[in-house]
């Protein structure tokens, strides 16, 4: 099932913040919503608002309220057409039911918002023989003749709407849970100090679920008391942390007797008490069992600054942890400083963006009402970090970085280099805490010196920044030859130049094949109508673009697939189709697993 909400509709508690669209809603949600800004821009602010709230009024990811309120006014007016038809002003009362019904603008949590408008058409489909009619003065009617008449139109518009919804009663009901940025897993007092302060300062409402993880020594303890199904939990959370974060040694947490503070075992280590684990691991902890804890419930999270005590591959796996299919229910309301946090969304779909800033209002009493602005950001850009204070350098926090030219190379390498990893028991070297890419864009290489004495002024120097680095270049052009000649020189081993015009020259034959036959629209490569047979050494030195084009003798598809310079039209589209038709080490050229096994020896050195 796919996360519940994609607008929220705001009430009057939400007047002070407005939005770059009319409406007072938060829209185009996603299951990861990230809010950010300036310190006091309102962003922790409105993510509160937002938990608080007791009943949401929201429109449903996977109800076209649009096409329910077109189906319904359609039935009404063939009802009334009918009716009409019929000499008399109603039957049953079932014309007067139907203008009550109004145009549903959005569910509400914890009703069947549906319910009136499928209940009418349902009535109206099962209208019996015996009903009571309204008759126009001087008029006479079979009341047979009419329900036989009514009940074809309702029929029609029942079959349509159970077409259009899978369940006529459905009822949002979410479990709402809050993570302050006040959390830790080691216990004050008896009580939860942190949920008390926190609820005194922000809400003032004892029902609502705060978690600060200073209760997960009770959570822990009553699961492992419980029956089969709650035991069951621990032991998901327990594989979870194995699998992540502790190379799949056995982990187990007991809540130990005599204790106020979870234990943890890892491997055949001895048992130690869960604050001796690193600050980042327990931070995790904290933002990650509550997803394992309530995955029978339709949960919406909200959570303040998940980066801190995070490395940025932690918030790398965070992410991929809130994103997982296991969790696709669940919807997650961010807010965050961390520029990185913000650069993970870029590999990431079913992620959606807002700044927030402040403007002071009008003057009331000499105190200024502030005003809040909300704006959806499709990618996190230069302007948006700016605003928030922070340069795009979290790259240079890994062990080692990869230099590619582009996104494309970036992602597809990636793709290929995971594949690689997958295909034996070696160890697994982890994005962005081993090692990162990082774009240079194409001849943008020339501006970064790679050189120990650097004497140009105008060149940044790369070695300063990051010494321990791959850079990988396209084969494209003679032009590049000289300058390949010198990153050879100053980078040894360290340097890669393709054996392929591009990166997209490397794609094995087959997976190029099977990219062309999706853009030709047919079922399999044996249909695609090819001059000759080829082979890879065929487009290895030339532009791929051109040679698709010249590949086909019956092309279907009307664009063209180079640009005008040769290379490939669209790259990042024929990218990703690349991606998705490469599924395992089967899958990747000799060029490519050549450069996986020189990456690999590279991390390794370097970790």
């Known amino acids: 099932m796919k996360h519940s909400i994609s607008q929220i509709v705001l009430d009057e508690q ?168 006040l959390r830790g897993l080691r216990k004050l007092i008896e009580q939860d100090s942190y949920k008390i302060r926190t609820d005194i300062d922000y809400f003032k409402n004892e029902k609502l679920d705060i978690f600060t993880g200073l209760s997960l020594y009770d959570k822990i303890e009553s699961l492992k008391r419980g029956g089969p199904d709650e035991r069951e939990i621990i032991r998901d959370f327990e594989s979870f942390l194995s699998e992540n974060f502790f190379e799949k040694q056995r982990i187990e947490l007991t809540a130990t007797k005599g204790s106020d503070v979870v234990s943890v075992q890892i491997g055949n280590e001895k048992e130690q008490p869960i604050y001796n684990l690193g600050d980042g691991i327990q931070s995790i902890i904290i933002m990650t069992f509550p997803l394992f804890l309530n995955q029978d419930k339709n949960l919406l999270l909200f959570i303040e600054e998940p980066e801190l005590f995070l490395h940025p591959g932690m918030q790398r796996k965070l992410v991929e942890t809130f994103l997982n299919k296991k969790f696709s229910r669940f919807q997650y309301f961010v807010a965050t400083h961390s520029n990185h946090f913000l650069d993970l969304t870029l590999d990431y779909d079913d992620v959606s963006i807002f700044s927030v800033r402040k403007a002071n209002g009008n003057k009331t009493d000499k105190q200024v009402t502030p005003t809040f602005f909300i704006e959806n950001q499709s990618n996190p850009n230069i302007k948006l970090l700016d605003q ?77 920044i990051c010494n321990r680095l791959f850079v990988i270049a396209d084969k494209d052009g003679l032009k590049k030859l000289e300058r390949h000649e010198s990153l050879k020189k100053a980078l040894g081993d360290n340097f890669y130049p393709l054996n392929c015009q591009e990166i997209e020259n490397s794609i094995k034959k087959e997976v190029l094949l099977r990219i062309v036959a999706e853009y030709e629209g047919v079922a399999d490569v044996t249909d695609l109508s090819l001059t000759t047979d080829f082979t890879e050494f065929d487009y290895q030195d030339v532009y791929l673009g051109e040679f698709i084009d010249k590949l086909l003798s019956d092309k279907k598809r009307k664009g063209s697939y180079k640009e005008q310079s040769g290379t490939i ?13 490469t599924n395992s080490i089967d899958d990747l050229s000799s060029e490519i697993i050549g450069l996986c096994e020189k990456l690999e020896q590279f991390i390794a050195k370097n970790n």
Do not use: M
Request: aromatic residues 10%.
């Open 14 to 181: 939400f007047a002070s913040y407005k939005f770059d669209h009319q409406e007072n809603a938060i829209r185009d949600l996603s299951q990861l919503n990230i809010f950010i800004g300036p310190n006091n821009s309102g962003k922790s602010r409105f993510i509160r608002l937002l938990f608080k709230t007791e009943k949401l009024n929201f429109v449903p990811t996977a109800i076209p309220l649009n096409e329910v309120n077109l189906l319904v006014d359609e039935f009404k007016k063939e009802l009334q057409k009918k009716i009409d038809s019929l000499g008399i002003i109603d039957y049953e009362k079932i014309i007067e039911n139907a203008k009550q019904i109004q145009s549903i603008q959005f569910a509400k949590e914890g009703e069947e918002f549906l319910k009136p408008s499928v209940d009418l058409i349902s009535k109206a489909a099962s209208i019996n023989d015996n009903g009571t009619t309204t008759i126009v003065i001087g008029r006479t009617t079979n009341t047979k003749q009419t329900a036989s008449s009514l009940r074809p139109i309702g029929k029609k518009y029942k079959d349509q709407i159970d077409n259009l919804i899978d369940d006529p009663k459905l009822k949002f009901d979410f479990h709402k849970l809050y993570i302050p940025s």
């Open 388 to 464: 928030i204070g922070v340069k795009n350098s979290s790259v240079f926090l890994s062990n080692c970085t990869i230099w590619v030219e582009g996104i494309t190379d970036r992602l597809y390498l990636r793709h290929c280099f995971n594949l690689y990893q997958d295909s034996s028991e070696r160890k697994k070297y982890r994005e962005d805490i081993h090692y990162s890419f990082v774009e240079y864009s194409g001849s943008n290489i020339a501006h970064w010196s790679f050189l120990d004495d650097i004497q140009d002024d105008d060149l940044i120097n790369a070695k300063k």
């Open 569 to 581: 039209t669209d790259k990042l589209n024929f990218c990703r189709k690349a991606i998705k038709h």
